[in-house]
């Protein structure tokens, strides 16, 4: 890792007493027993103060007795003082990602970044850029593009990825680019790890599925929270190799890794004996749990390989990683086209060069080239931007000599062209990459050498913005936003009740090192839960975007055994139902969550918004209302 980045790791907590995650190293745990004796009292005193600064000893059991927006936002910066010095993601909102306040909505339905921002997606006068936030005047427009580049799109092959990473293959300047900033972007060295592009997240994960070697190292090991459609797309495959598959659990009701099954399933008495495939997620993107880097160090240590699934982790935690000191074999991310808008890209599968002669050459579908286009395909707007639908647009997009010119993926490109000022505009090797309007600054030249010849520079201006923030920054506004907002729902209460809690959070709850992701179910005053489609819905009638998931993997104690009949739920065509057969499939067993996940520019209007809808479910009226309101939309009826 970069020292930089190393130094920037260290400040990641705001009074300098908080290790980094790399300090979860078994080799260091006896080096610093004072350092984390102090952690551990700074991660008390931030739950302690966040406690007892957010609403104390207060319950609202009315929705229209809530704090307002300002109100509450003046007791946040004082819980949060260190909040305001944060001001440059609102700026950036304001100026980049202006449609969020223009239609004022608030995007809480995945985890992950983009590479673009909207505004470099919009061909429109730079005046249109200048939206003020509620809390920051009007900033100046940002400059003209150069050149407005044709949308770029990504095109489905079939191929092998054993020989992909072996040599490469039809690969373009322009796409070469693409992988030099990613990688660049994510702290991945090209002497260490090939990159291939991937259809989506469930595409990576097939792929590598179908070229391991299960033969020999027969076991597939997961640690997953919840339900993954990419996860399950691995078993089923890895399962068709023969591979015994095997999974983590998380004790109820905290969530927490059932620690003495998980060794026991990963150390091997045979040091030497080929075990198979780890799969760790470091985060769970659905109840923002993070998980210690030391199950890494003990899974290499006894010889399974690693595949890290790096989709849930915040914008700049790769940086905090430590990829030079673990250096797993696989690793797997992906990117959103923009912030905003339906959450559709590609994935990024990296393969560590010494793993690669391990790999079966079988040819695949999921391999993608990122090209120029010639025209635009979008998806409908009624996409819900799974990974099945994109990949199955894709393919319906993708066909005859259409492959090279339709998209399911799409984003302008910048392009500074360097070249001598009476020269002709010329010199493109490839006929993919065209002209679209004549560069409007040509000032800046290079040297003799580069003067002559044109010179592709990407702006990826999402990742961009983020370099900038830095670590420190994204990870405790964050880390402010996602426990008042924790903190805030666990004050709602069902009037006239005995303390029934409106709301019931999964996972880690007011927590120093919890991700930006919550997992949440509403009940009304008899205890009964309120569908989390039918959440999802109403929060988006409200502007505001859900998603909901499913928990699975959950280990109950003897004393949860009553609990466990009542909440468990069986996954099955569609709909849920409690458990009655104790004998059903385990994986089909566990609980449907609503689930909401902070982006990097999420700001506290968001948090609030979402606060004040679930508040309205403490008004039955509300709740009776829009049930019918939803069933009389022509949508299927769900029983409240």
């Known amino acids: 890792m970069p020292p930089s980045c190393l130094n920037e790791v260290s400040q990641v907590c705001l009074h300098g007493c908080c290790p980094n995650p790399l300090l979860n190293l078994p080799t260091q745990e006896k080096t610093i027993s004072k350092p984390r004796s102090s952690s551990s009292a700074c991660r008390r005193d931030f739950a302690t103060k966040t406690t007892s600064s957010i609403f104390p000893n207060t319950k609202f059991t009315n929705h229209e007795s809530l704090p307002s927006l300002q109100e509450s936002f003046l007791e946040f910066v004082k819980a949060y003082p260190q909040y305001s010095a944060t001001d440059q993601v609102d700026q950036i909102r ?22 673009f921002s909207y505004s470099q997606l919009q061909n429109q006068d730079s005046s249109r850029n200048q939206v003020a936030s509620s809390s920051y005047p009007p900033l100046p427009p940002s400059p003209p593009l150069k050149s407005d580049f044709p949308f770029f799109s990504i095109s489905l092959k079939t191929g092998n990825l054993k020989m992909q990473l072996l040599h490469g293959g039809r690969e373009s300047e322009f796409e070469s680019a693409m992988k030099k900033r990613i990688m660049g972007f994510l702290n991945i060295s090209e002497n260490d790890y090939c990159m291939v592009f991937t259809a989506n997240r469930t595409s990576a994960f097939k792929l590598l599925a179908e070229a391991y070697p299960f033969q020999s190292n027969q076991k597939l090991l997961t640690v997953y929270d919840y339900q993954s459609e990419a996860v399950e797309a691995m078993t089923n495959c890895s399962e068709k190799k023969g591979a015994r598959i095997m999974s983590a659990e998380f004790s109820w009701p905290r969530l927490r890794i059932q620690s003495a099954k998980l060794r026991k399933m990963v150390e091997s008495k045979k040091k030497k004996k080929k075990r198979g495939l780890f799969v760790f997620p470091l985060h769970s993107r659905i109840t923002g749990a993070r998980y210690p880097y030391l199950w890494m160090s003990i899974a290499q240590e006894n010889g399974w390989h690693i595949l890290i699934d790096a989709c849930a982790l915040g914008p700049k935690d790769m940086d ?22 339906t959450p559709s890209g590609f994935g990024c599968l990296f393969v560590k060069k010494s793993t690669i002669p391990i790999l079966e050459a079988t040819t695949s579908a999921g391999i993608v080239n990122i090209v120029p286009a010639k025209k635009l395909f979008q998806l409908g707007d009624e996409s819900s931007g799974t990974d099945t639908e994109l990949e199955q647009a894709s393919k319906a997009g993708l066909r005859g000599d259409d492959l090279a010119s339709s998209s399911s993926f799409s984003g302008h490109l910048q392009i500074r062209l360097e070249h001598e000022l009476s020269g002709e505009l010329k010199g493109l090797e490839d006929s993919e990459i065209r002209e679209s309007e004549k560069p409007a600054d040509l000032t800046k030249l290079g040297n003799a050498e580069s003067s002559r010849n044109w010179r592709q520079e990407f702006e990826c201006r999402c990742l961009d913005q983020v370099d900038s923030l830095g670590l420190i920054l994204i990870s405790n506004r964050a880390r402010y936003l996602i426990n008042w907002l924790v903190s ?63 928990l699975h993997n959950i280990w109950f104690a003897d004393k949860y055994a009553e609990e466990k009949e009542r909440i468990l739920e069986v996954r099955g065509n569609g709909s849920m139902k409690i458990v ?61």
Request: charged share 25%.
């Open 320 to 341: 905090s990683f430590g990829l030079s000191l673990f250096r797993p074999d696989f690793l797997i991310c992906s990117f959103y086209k923009v912030f905003g808008e």
């Open 488 to 550: 805030s729902l666990m004050k709602l209460e069902h009037p006239n009740t005995e303390g029934i809690p409106l709301v019931r959070i999964y996972g880690p709850k007011i927590k120093f090192e919890r991700g930006p992701a919550l997992a949440f179910n509403i009940f009304d005053w008899k205890g009964e839960k309120f569908e989390p489609v039918l959440v999802q819905k109403l929060a988006d009638r409200s502007n505001i975007s859900l998603s909901y998931g499913f």
């Open 94 to 115: 304001a100026q980049e990602y202006y449609h969020l306040s223009l239609s004022d909505h608030t995007c809480l339905d995945y985890i992950g970044i983009g590479l």
């Open 580 to 640: 009655k057969n104790k004998s059903k499939d385990k994986a089909d067993q566990g609980i449907t969550v609503v689930t909401a996940a902070l982006g990097f520019l999420a700001n506290f209007r968001d948090t609030y918004k979402l606060w004040a809808f679930v508040a309205q479910f403490l008004d039955a009226d509300f709740v009776e209302k829009e049930r019918w309101r939803y069933t009389a939309l022509n949508q299927k009826t769900v029983e409240v």
